[in-house]
């Protein structure tokens, strides 16, 4: 998403909210040493706070999180985990657990074995993925916490290529082996999702609007000019609606009104822009639809609950001292 200064009429150019959406998460991945195993066997992970994906590439296998019933995954299925508790993966509910941590550091080439390499059954593939903190709730608030794809559904076809391809990544040692690995984590995250949307009756929030004709067509306009001053009026006629019936269609199926709604996406532009300091407060209110920073400040404090110069101050601070602390790197975590 560019930030920019909007005519005095909207811009018509195509959006796509989601890629929007999960530019502005930054998400950062970490792609697993593949999981082969001879049964029994089975791997404890701590919770994590962002998203896990994975896919049992041969061989059925338990899924086991807390708080839910386990699932069976039959050979070939996918899941998503959105900020799960601690959860496991075992060829059966009975078999003794071993640390997901322990097993994925002491890999070897790309692959965390379990038993006997000739009694091997099982390979899973799995990834996480860590986001943005402040614009994280985006996706993290409207995704459910388990999504389910069996192998029988004909959209993840697609999926299961961008699987085979991340599982030889993983296990080889190739040039720029890192690149080719996160971006494509990513791809298989986007895949999982657009087939969970397509399976899905309605996704929660805006995710599940965008397949709604009118209300979809309001988002994507709102996307693609954030600065401009959108009116009530002129989203209804977008949509193909009276303003009564928009309003109260888009609340319904979207969780807020269309206005609030738009104010939330300018600050979550707003939070990321200032966070990674490529604009100045001044140019950021013009870019996000105010016609003054004073105004934009006041709105920005009301959402985000401190000043915009005081968010980009901390933003600094908490950037070097991750420096200072880390160089730079991705905290590591399973």
Known sequence: ?????????????????????????????????????????????????FVKIGCAVRGACWLVVEGREPLHLEEGDFFLLTS????????????????????????????????????????????SLWFDEANAPLL????????????????????????ELLGLEVESRAV???????????????HVIRAHVAQTDRPAGWLGALGDDGIGAALRAMHADVAYRWTLRELADISNLSRSAFAAKFKKEVGVAPLKYLIQW?????????????????????ATGYESESAFS????????????????????????LVEREGGQMPVGR
Not at 23 to 45: I, S
Not at 276 to 283: G, V, W
Request: glycine share 6%.
């Open 1 to 49: 998403m560019v930030l920019h200064r909007s005519s005095s009429a909207p811009t018509v150019a195509p959006s796509d909210p989601v890629a929007d959406a999960i530019g502005l998460l930054r998400p950062r991945t970490e792609a697993h040493p593949g999981l082969h195993a001879a049964a029994p066997w089975a791997v404890q992970f701590d919770a994590f706070d």
């Open 84 to 127: 799960p508790g601690p959860h496991a993966l075992a060829s059966s509910l009975t078999a003794t657990p071993r640390p997901g941590r322990e097993l994925f550091e002491s890999a070897s080439q790309g692959v965390a074995r379990l038993g006997a390499e000739a009694d091997e059954v099982n390979y899973v593939c799995m990834a």
């Open 140 to 163: 993290l608030e409207i995704l459910p916490s388990l999504v389910h794809l069996p192998a029988k559904n004909p959209l993840i076809r697609q999926v299961a290529y961008v699987t």
């Open 176 to 190: 720029g082996r890192s690149l080719v690995l996160d971006h494509l984590a990513q791809i298989m995250f986007v």
């Open 266 to 286: 300018r600050m979550s532009l707003a939070r990321d822009a200032l966070r990674r300091d490529t604009h100045s407060i001044s140019e950021l209110a013009f």
């Open 298 to 321: 006041t709105a920005f404090h009301r959402v985000v609950g401190v000043s915009p110069r005081q968010f980009r101050d901390d933003a600094r601070r908490a950037a070097s001292g």
